[in-house]
């Protein structure tokens, strides 16, 4: 039977394969929020990795594994987030073409990234139908890969890369959280550290707002999202086939958090550590506020999944 | 003669003193500023210092330095900004009372920062009449020990710790850039590049609305501030005696840059390296955007002075 989601030794040789082309982010602490929640946390800084978030590590691991011929012809995805941009840039490494299906709708600050790194933009209407449509039609034009952002087994496998590094630096947790959308970065931790030690506690951290990771894990079903409507952006999307699996097997439990207590523990991040981080990568640190007692006196490792935020629409007043 | 400025060797001893309390902060680079301006950027951010600045280091050599007859008497300051706070800190840090003099209009967010660490705080009118007056009396009162923010041997000696780190990592540079306000940074970074390889240059980068280092610098003698207004909020203060002299003998040039310029250099470090700059820290790499062919393919070190910023009064539009 083909394994439907990585293994820890598949992890290990997307790592060594994507290692000339990725930071190895640095594991930041601080004694100022260790000392407000009695906890003692390492934060795994994806914000600072290329194309600011974590999704650089299964794009590049996705665009490098194909063959020649596959390469050729390109890759494309449909999405307006991180995954577009990491996408593009771990296309332009390999020097092929990337195409990306975008609703006409999306920010321009996310227009201007994806250009940026050299990629073609196509336009669609803001549905999901059309987005697919119009990735189809991309695909049968160019003979383009379509590299899912999360469902795809060698983006998980990249995405597990995060965890074997915070791991190696920090082989003493008590515990590790990731933020929950699609599920690749929770998936990807979560084989990985259970594979190296399963006495880590992994947990997930969703928005109560977009809580479809938290229903299909208690439900044991997948339960898409419905109108999710948070201020976690890179959450929004729901669970895939592989991602569920991979969670279900290998995460103890999903918190969820409200949306003040995401901007709260943004503004903490940003105010305290002096670092940028994206809603949706300061969801574990909320659901450790909401759970104090749960969580007190615990080694935590935490990613921080992503650094991309519009300055003009900054959530602090 | 006694040296009225520190050495390389009292910078190497400051540096083992105050190794136990600080942080070793990272060397940070990003290849889209690289990109931008042809030069190759090593970023030290001292913004990711405790206290989120470079303070720390010269209040914690000079705390550790008192005797603990000083000591016990504790240590006091007048300033509203970096120096206040990691002088609290550092006080602490040695169970000591720190004695902070601050304008009664400060920032409550800077009052709330000096509280945090324990400090007792003496509000005066906000006039440097008053502060000197006030102060007077608080040492009077106490018998606390006076640690001026820049124009001090011992704060100077550790404010040079942070360009021996930089160079213990990369010895290649080119150039170390430096932003200005009273000099102690910039004469700590100075004196310990210039004597761990003369060939490095080193420039002051300063705010041409709060120009007086480099009218000082041209002119030869200390020329004070004369209503200083920029956003570089940490650069307002004028040279001291020491650091103008240590300046004079150890700094190549001092370049000055526009307002617009600073902001602009700011949001591309917020926008491209996801870490929090205050406006002050961003003044070297502004002087690098508006002298672009003079610094071009240079290996260039710059230090990040700090990260304190109040979230509700960005100067993002």
Known sequence: MTAIYP??????????????????????????????????????????????????????????????????????????????AALSLA???RDIPAYIVMPENAPSIKKAAVQSYGAQITYCEPTLEAREKTLDLVQQKT??????????FNVISGQGTAAVELLEDYPQLDAVIAPVGGGGLLSGTAIATKSINHNIKVYGAEPLNADDAYRSFKQGIIIPSENPNT???????????????????????????????????????????????????????????????????????????????????????
């Open 91 to 93: 296309a332009r490494k």
């Open 231 to 317: 201020i976690a952006d890179g959450l929004l999307t729901s669970l895939g086939t592989i991602t569920f699996q991979a969670i279900r097997d290998n995460v103890d439990d999903i918190f969820r958090t409200k949306e003040e207590t995401i901007i709260l523990a943004m503004r903490l991040i940003w105010e305290r550590m002096k670092i940028i981080v994206e809603p949706s990568a300061a969801v574990p640190l909320a659901i450790v506020i909401e759970n104090k007692d749960f969580f007190k006196n615990k080694k935590i490792g935490i990613i921080f999944s992503g650094g991309n935020v519009d300055l003009n629409q900054l959530p602090f007043h």
């Open 7 to 84: 293994s820890l030794n598949i992890i290990k040789e997307a790592h060594e394969r994507i290692k000339p082309f990725i930071h190895r982010t640095p594991v930041l602490k601080s004694s100022l929020i260790n000392d407000l929640l009695n906890v003692e946390f390492y934060f795994k800084c994806e914000n600072l990795q290329k194309v600011g978030a974590f999704k650089y590590r299964g794009a590049t691991n996705a665009v490098q594994l194909l063959s020649d011929i596959e390469a050729s012809k390109g890759v494309t995805t449909h999405s307006s987030g991180n995954h577009a």
């Open 143 to 152: 003979g383009a890969t379509f590299i899912h952002p999360y469902n795809n």
